[in-house]
């Protein structure tokens, strides 16, 4: 140990001397490097005590406490943009990029219940139509795509097999809701239209009844138009008695997995894709350098503990003296803890919510103020 160069109340930094060379090239950090080092040295006991540390390891010690600060602050910004962030290029850097929040994403993910609600979405839609044989109840969907030339399936979406509009039959007798002149209104191609009287006399509802009258009779005492359709098995009631088409309308699953997944070359998918470089040494304000001085203290105080940790005693003329590297240890193992805690309160202050919230706050405050100033009397 002896043999071994320790601190000797000075350095003197040149570029390589730290494990990863982040900012070896920045000047304000081949300026304070020493005077870091300088600082953790005496803050450990230097000159009263030898330091078992070289100019080397304040150096990394004070490259992890720039890069650790760095992490917190962009791990910070990663998460109160993110959202905005997600599907963006992750070319370039963002270190020095003011993100503003965007709707983009979240109209993105709307997009997908859009689709489910059939009011909009990524994902086409497609019509297609199965010809109708007499007396064949049941139609194989999936069959009819095979044949189509569609792979991976499709997600039926609609099927048009209903009873004509029960405006079309407003004058139907067999529900008792005729008339009597139905011919007449047929005549001048009203058929389809509630008579002209009940716009002036009646009101909507009574429309409205009449319909309803006529759709529940075609229920109850008529063979309803309906079908049941399971695993793309389509069956209709009543048996159909003539030829014809059905048409519906359906999804490509392989579409809509492919809108689930999207494509992610060149763009931002996670959060390990953003891209956050490590942060300029020199941009860092006066208040972020103090916490990355303190985090440096820390650090060289859990690295001298782990290298006294080996040497539990040692002797001196008469005696042995025991080292403190259980205090050293605990001590930057609870500075470590504290300064993180700092750091990300004081970030988590800055979100942008809870600047929102404390400016709402405020102007409570201020118009509470207003409100106690009395006001002047307007005399002419």
């Known amino acids: 140990m002896a043999d071994i160069v320790i601190w000797e109340g000075s350095s003197t930094f040149a570029s390589g001397q730290t494990p990863f060379g982040f900012y070896d090239s920045d000047s304000e950090f081949q300026s304070d490097a020493d005077k870091v080092a300088k600082f953790c040295a005496q803050r450990l006991g230097y000159p009263l005590m030898d330091v078992e540390l070289q100019s080397g390891s304040f150096y990394a010690c004070f490259e992890e406490a720039i890069t650790t600060y760095g992490n917190e602050v962009f791990q910070y910004k990663i998460r109160e943009n993110y959202l905005s962030l997600e599907g963006a290029s ?23 219940y859009g689709t489910e609600a059939e009011v909009g979405g990524n994902v086409t839609k497609y019509s297609g139509s199965v010809d109708v044989v007499t007396t064949q109840q049941v139609y194989d969907l999936d069959a009819w795509a095979t044949a189509q030339g569609i792979t991976g399936g499709i997600e039926i979406r609609k099927v048009f097999y209903e009873a004509p509009p029960a405006i079309l039959r407003y004058f139907d007798p067999y529900a008792g809701t005729g008339t009597g002149i139905q011919s007449l209104m047929d005549a001048f191609d009203f058929g389809s239209f509630s008579p002209g009287v009940n716009f002036l006399l009646m009101p909507a509802s009574f429309d409205m009844l009449k319909i309803q009258a006529i759709e529940f009779n075609d229920q109850i005492r008529r063979s309803a138009y309906s079908f049941e359709i399971i695993n793309n098995q389509l069956k209709l009631f009543p048996v159909p008695k003539t030829n014809g088409k059905i048409w519906f309308e359906y999804y490509k699953l392989s579409e809509k997995a492919g809108a689930a997944k999207g494509t992610s070359s060149g763009l931002i998918t996670n959060v390990g894709e953003v891209p956050y470089d490590n942060v300029t040494y020199a941009g860092v304000n ?43 240890l605990t001590d930057a193992r609870s500075e470590k803890i504290s300064l993180l805690t700092e750091l990300r309160d004081m970030l988590e202050q800055t979100s942008r919510r809870n600047q929102l919230e404390r400016k709402a706050t405020e102007t409570d405050y201020l118009q509470t103020t207003i409100k106690s100033v009395p006001m002047t009397i307007y005399i002419g």
């Open 286 to 328: 006066s208040v972020g350098r103090q916490w990355i001085y303190r985090y440096t203290l820390a650090l060289t105080k859990e690295l001298l503990g782990y290298i006294r940790g080996k040497y539990q005693q040692i002797p001196v003329p008469g005696s042995n003296t025991a080292l403190n590297q259980a205090d050293l």
């Open 90 to 112: 992750n070319s370039g850097t963002l270190n020095t990029t003011l993100v503003e929040p965007t709707l983009e994403r979240v109209i993105g993910i709307s997009k997908n």
